[in-house]
């Protein structure tokens, strides 16, 4: 019989944190790098704008891209295969989750059209 392994709820809690900690680190340096100053969500209108597609298409693509490494690596688990990447999982993981926060003030922009976002900005 195997050893029983255990993720304790501390264990949870830090992994939550550090998460969260690099989320927003992630978050600041690629918004500049790829979005600029102004509109967090530039690139994905811009590059829609150049396709003649909806931002949330090119979104689409972008996450795609880590969860197709990502169900890669659970077909390999699957598998016992073990292969070089040149992104470890974590770093795939924590893209996902910035991609899904981008998402997600995409929805609140286009439930709100607009509105949440001068509100804020009259304050």
Same mark, same amino acid.
């Given at each position: 019989?195997?050893?029983?392994?255990?993720?304790?709820?501390?264990?949870?809690?830090?992994?939550?944190?550090?998460?969260?900690?690099?989320?927003?680190?992630?978050?600041?340096?690629?918004?500049?790098?790829?979005?600029?100053?102004?509109? !967090? @969500? /530039?690139?994905?209108?811009?590059?829609?704008?150049?396709?003649?597609?909806?931002?949330?298409?090119?979104? +689409?693509? *972008?996450?795609?891209?880590?969860?197709?490494?990502?169900?890669?690596?659970?077909?390999?688990?699957?598998?016992?295969?073990?292969?070089? !990447? @040149? /992104?470890?999982?974590?770093?795939?993981?924590?893209?996902?989750?910035?991609?899904?926060?981008?998402?997600? +003030?995409? *929805?609140?922009?286009?439930?709100?059209?607009?509105?949440?976002?001068?509100?804020?900005?009259?304050?």
């Amino acid at each position: 019989m195997g050893v029983t392994m255990k993720f304790t709820h501390e264990q949870y809690d830090v992994l939550v944190s550090d998460t969260v900690e690099n989320i927003l680190k992630l978050g600041k340096l690629k918004g500049a790098e790829y979005a600029g100053d102004f509109d !967090r @969500l /530039e690139n994905f209108r811009r590059n829609g704008a150049q396709l003649g597609l909806p931002m949330e298409v090119i979104w +689409a693509v *972008y996450y795609n891209k880590h969860h197709d490494a990502l169900m890669t690596y659970v077909r390999d688990i699957q598998h016992g295969k073990s292969r070089e !990447r @040149l /992104e470890t999982i974590p770093s795939r993981i924590d893209d996902m989750i910035v991609y899904l926060l981008l998402f997600k +003030a995409m *929805y609140v922009e286009w439930e709100n059209k607009g509105e949440w976002l001068c509100e804020q900005s009259q304050d």
